[in-house]
Nanobody, 125 residues
Framework: QVQLGEGGGGEGQAGGSLRLSCAAS????????LCWFRETPGKQREGVAA???????TYADFVKGRFTISKDNAKNTLYLQMNNLKPEDTAMYYC???????????????????WGQGTQVTVSS
């Protein structure tokens, strides 16, 4: 099973920026469907952004225009650039990867095969 490891979380200010990374243990980024999810206590998991093998990206409405998903296949690393942060972006962020494709977005109820351990993002106002 592919190992995924997130980094780059931490504390940010409203209006500020953070960049999350997700390093894969194997050379999968060019072939796999990749997602960023987030979770907050008491709230359902949310799909944030997706990027497929052709580098087509999709975003949840609540991050569109603020977040950018990208990947560096040579470095086996997925990124999430988070700009214009809002306090409601506070969450644990997870990357996920799967060789299957379930659609254009990241679907919270799908059991993606590979998950990272998560990185906490906290945004203060």
């Amino acid at each position: 099973q592919v190992q995924l490891g997130e980094g780059g979380g931490g504390e940010g200010q409203a209006g500020g920026s953070l960049r999350l990374s997700c390093a894969a243990s194997e050379d999968i980024l060019a072939r796999y469907f990749l997602c960023w999810f987030r979770e907050t206590p008491g709230k359902q998991r949310e799909g944030v952004a997706a990027i497929d093998s052709r580098t087509t990206t999709t975003y949840a409405d609540f991050v569109k225009g603020r977040f950018t998903i990208s990947k560096d296949n040579a470095k086996n690393t997925l990124y999430l650039q988070m700009n214009n942060l809002k306090p409601e972006d506070t969450a644990m962020y997870y990357c996920a990867a799967d060789g299957r494709r379930f659609g254009a977005y990241c679907y919270p109820k799908v059991e993606y095969v590979n998950w990272g351990q998560g990185t906490q993002v906290t945004v203060s106002s």
